[in-house]
Structure formats: C-alpha cells, structure tokens
C-alpha cells in the first residue's frame, strides 16, 4: 500500500513462514530475522526480480509484542503501552540475484493515557488482532498516539524512505 501509494508497481507474493521469536533476541535482530527468513522464500520464487520483504514489531523495555493471540491479549497489550513510550522496529531485506540489503529502522511511539473502555472498544474494532503490538496507527489505533518521534510510515509498517534507498541500491 505504502509503495504503491508513491506509484511502483509491484507484486504481492506473501511468504507464510513461522514469526516465532526467540526468547534472547533484541527487537531489531528480530524482524530483520524474519524479513530475511521471507526474503528467502519471495526471492526462491522470483530469482531475476528485485525482491522486498519486512517484518514490523512493537517492543516496550525490550520486550516484543507480536500480533495478540486473542481479544484478551489485545487488551493486555494496549494495557501494557498506556500513557507510556514504546519503540516500533521494522526489519528490511531486499534482494535481487544473490545481492542483498538490510535495515532496521526504530521509530518511538508514546500513547496517551487512555482508559479501559476506550481500548475495549478498540479492540472490539478487530482491527489490532492482526497487528504487532495491538494496534494500527493508520487505524483506530492513531486515537491512542499521543506523539511519535521518527518514521510515520516506519509504524504503519515499512519505512518508505529507507527502503527506497534499499531498492536503489539494487535497481
């Protein structure tokens, strides 16, 4: 959405691969594992295509909040980034024949103080059961945000600037 938006034309291939993490990696050795780990299967499929994969976490002290499991994690999530900063990690590989690139680019995001209700509503939404950390700042989740310090489009998952750089480096 975010690259089509400025106009490439791309394919989607998704890569299902299993996101587990491991329990003694920091947050941006993580999802740069796990763009790689796509990465290698997108980049199996099309071996002459310049090849973009990414994986976005949300992390609070150095723990890493995935997608919730359920509603209930969901909300245990929201509990835990309330009226605090947290750090979201997007992880980058791109690759085209052999060659390869990566990043790892880190934008703080700080959440008001909101109250239960407000996230039981917001978790009614559906919307954060399929996003890291419970929420989608694009999204609903965007009435959470008190403030942010970095990359926008890092947060709604893929920091565009950087990853253009990535790109041409391999065009």
Not at 79 to 106: D, I, K, Q, S
Not at 137 to 158: P, W
Request: glycine fraction near 10%; proline fraction near 4%; aromatic fraction near 4%.
């Amino acid at each position: 959405m975010l690259l089509e938006a400025i106009g490439l034309e791309l394919v989607i291939d998704v890569a299902d691969v299993d996101e587990s993490l491991f329990h003694d990696e920091t947050p941006s050795g993580a999802a740069l594992r796990l763009a790689h780990k796509k990465l290698d299967v997108v980049a199996a499929r099309h071996p002459d295509a310049l090849c973009l994969c990414a994986d976005t976490l949300v992390f609070v002290d150095e723990t890493i909040l995935a997608k919730p499991a359920d509603a209930g994690d969901a909300q245990r999530m929201l509990g835990l980034l309330r009226g605090r900063e947290h750090g979201v990690v997007t992880g980058v590989a791109v690759a085209r024949g052999p060659a390869r690139r990566e990043v790892a680019v880190t934008t703080r995001v700080w959440f008001r103080d909101f109250d239960d209700g407000e996230a039981a509503a917001y978790v009614a939404t559906g919307e954060p059961l399929d996003k890291a950390g419970a929420y989608g700042i694009q999204g609903g989740g965007g009435a959470l945000t008190a403030r942010i310090e970095g990359s926008y489009s890092n947060v709604v998952g893929l920091p565009v600037d950087e990853s253009l750089a990535l790109l041409r480096a391999l065009s």
